[in-house]
């Protein structure tokens, strides 16, 4: 399927790029899911700590379930703490991907590892509208002529797929805004996530 538009909305990069190592599939109930790669005083993003947090119904019988058999019991958990009554959040230490891990950092996906590339098209499914530019992140090469089409004017264009092979991603880097945890607590006990 050939792809037709530029995906340029921000979406999150740990989410589609890190999540699939916990070997979650995106049929379950990863939506609700927010990923982030840092936690101020916390986590820095070089610790390799993936930080997943949920909002939301906590005590949601299907959602406990879940917790238990994809989270809590992953090989990669380390520890889960309750921000308030309708958040929590779960570290996984990922220390065993540093290398994918340095290569997300640098926003080289297509760099990453052929194992966690498979795990990603697992997760995403080969037959999802995700798919097609996912794959386009991960294998930029076959994508270049497509995107120069999208992205430049016929006289441009071969400048344009120069510049695309040069830069060689297709998908711009991590935004450290978007993939930065920020739990607040005011005086009067409010709590709020923002990212």
Known sequence: MPITEIYSD??????????????????????????????PGRFAPDDYKLIVCKRGDLEDREYKKFEKIFLVSNVF?????KLDDNTIVYIFDLDKFH??????????YSRLS????????AYFGEKTA????????LYPERYFDQYADLLYSEKDRAAGLERLMEVGELCAKWDKKQETLNYLTSSIGEVSILS
Do not use: A, C, H, V
């Open 114 to 121: 052929p194992w966690l590339k498979e795990r990603i098209k």
């Open 130 to 137: 995700e798919w097609i530019y996912i794959k386009s992140f």
């Open 99 to 108: 290398s994918d891990w340095n290569l997300f950092l640098k926003g080289k």
């Open 10 to 39: 921000y979406f999150q990069k740990s989410k589609t790029f890190l999540l699939p190592t916990l070997g979650i599939g995106k049929s379950y109930q990863t939506t609700d899911l927010m990923t982030f790669i840092s936690w």
């Open 77 to 81: 958990f380390e520890t889960m703490e």
